[in-house]
């Protein structure tokens, strides 16, 4: 009986070792992108094709999460099945075979438009999102790559155009130095003895030139925002502000309506003279224009008559040589 005792733990240990080994596998297609077995936690599985050149594997040794699932992405159409075994390579069951139907190619883009609603067009190809790009969303807003949705640009101290802030000079007297203040968002020299950045507003002259040149600094950041260039209109500004800081507000006013027209792409004038003289300029030009087409009406006048002249002499010689003939 002692060798009964021996054999017993390794008979038990056979039977233990069949147990084990006698797993469960399924298959399944949970969406159009995925392939799912469902095994006993931490079985090895491995996912065949049925190919060409007949059954072979595309996941092989994936072991089994604590739920016993192995989720994998779906590569083929056709069909497919699954082993399990306890160890890489061995295989204890196998699955019943299934059709698996892939999801269906993204579609080419170039742009949002050429998708469907709640997609965007990224990397060339419709995806869900909001947007691929800056141009998928409005003016204030650019494209955030990660979440492909449109986001707020931020801009605490500016103004948001072309899905970027163009930043303004100053937003309060203390984004100025050397003891300036904040005036429609430009630092200039505080002339008023006291601080803050509006000034005296009881002078409509002042309050007439800061409005002139807060429009005109507008103006500025949305041609900036554009990309377009605005160093003349900067350049002019930077006049109209110097002007009001040594309380000249009537020439502050009017380089700043030329500032403003310039951003915009419009000629603009500094002084009424300019004015005038290019209206009497035009005055003498019309005058020289009227007195062209005089001179040049006369001269047309002038050839008409030569012509004239030269086919009536041309008839009277003829007929002169008609009546010499006959005689």
């Not at 006993?40 to 016993?68: C, F, H, R």
């Not at 061995?90 to 999801?103: D, F, L, P, Y």
């Not at 742009?111 to 990224?122: F, L, N, P, V």
């Not at 003349?232 to 030329?258: G, M, P, R, V």
Request: glycine content about 12%.
């Amino acid at each position: 009986m002692t060798w009964l005792k021996l054999i017993t733990p390794v008979l038990l240990l056979v039977l233990l070792s069949i147990s084990v080994s006698a797993l469960s596998v399924a298959i399944e297609q949970p969406d159009c992108s995925h392939i799912q077995v469902t095994t006993d936690p931490g079985a090895y599985v491995d996912i065949l094709y049925n190919g060409d050149q007949g059954w072979g594997p595309i996941y092989s040794g994936e072991k089994a999460d604590s739920n016993g699932k192995v989720i994998k992405p779906a590569i083929f159409n056709g069909t497919h099945k699954a082993t399990a075994g306890t160890f890489p390579g061995r295989v204890s069951a196998s699955s019943s075979s299934i059709q698996i139907t892939t999801c269906a190619p993204p579609k080419p883009c170039t742009s949002k438009s050429d998708c469907s609603t709640g997609e965007a067009c990224i990397s060339g190809f419709c995806s869900p999102g909001e947007c691929g790009s800056n141009s998928d969303c409005p003016d204030s807003k650019s494209c955030d790559v990660a979440s492909h949705s449109c986001v707020a640009v931020p801009c605490a101290c500016g103004t948001t155009a072309n899905h970027i802030c163009a930043k303004y000079q100053c937003c309060s007297d203390a984004n100025c130095t050397g003891g300036k203040i904040c005036v429609n968002h430009n630092c200039v020299a505080n002339n008023t003895g006291s601080p803050g950045g509006t000034g005296d507003q009881t002078d409509p002259a002042k309050a007439s030139a800061q409005s002139a040149i807060s429009d005109a600094q507008s103006a500025i950041n949305a041609a900036k925002a554009q990309g377009k260039d605005v160093a003349a209109a900067e350049a002019i500004l930077s006049q109209a502000n110097s002007k009001f800081a040594s309380a000249d507000y009537s020439t502050a006013l009017n380089l700043a309506l030329s500032a403003k027209q310039s951003a915009q792409g419009v000629g603009g004038t500094t002084g009424g003279s300019n004015t005038g003289s290019n209206g009497g300029a035009g005055n003498s030009g019309g005058e020289q224009n009227w007195l062209s087409s005089g001179v040049g009406l006369a001269c047309v006048g002038g050839v008409a008559l030569f012509f004239i002249f030269v086919i009536g002499l041309f008839i009277v010689v003829a007929l002169a040589a008609m009546l010499f003939k006959r005689k």
